[in-house]
């Protein structure tokens, strides 16, 4: 499913709400997790999941072409772990 897939589904779930406001609906929830993980905070959603940002650290990784070290910065990433609904639902 892709977002545009998202925003219908959504909209066949709410009687009687537009479509435009799905799709800000969709948008707005979307938005508001990326902001929180770009603050460095976290969104747990009880019986979901929660989204988190993990740090990798600094390291010394290797070129596979040229074998030639190369050194990588430290960076942060988003993760996402599976809550206990969700992962009842796919089971």
Same mark, same amino acid.
């Given at each position: 499913m892709n977002k545009q897939e998202l $925003? #219908?589904?959504v909209y066949d779930k709410?009687?009687?709400l537009p479509? #435009?406001?799905a799709e800000n609906a969709v948008n707005a929830v979307l +938005?508001? $997790?990326k902001d929180e993980l770009a603050k460095g905070g976290e @969104? +747990?959603?009880v019986g979901f999941g929660s989204f988190t940002i993990k740090t990798h650290k600094?390291?010394?990784a290797r070129n596979p072409k040229t074998g030639e070290k190369i050194q @990588?910065? &430290?960076k942060k990433v988003p993760s996402? #772990? &599976?809550g206990k609904g969700l992962k009842e639902a796919v089971n």
């Open positions: $925003i #219908k589904s709410m009687d009687g479509l #435009k406001q +938005n508001s $997790i @969104v +747990n959603l600094e390291r010394t @990588v910065p &430290a996402f #772990k &599976a």
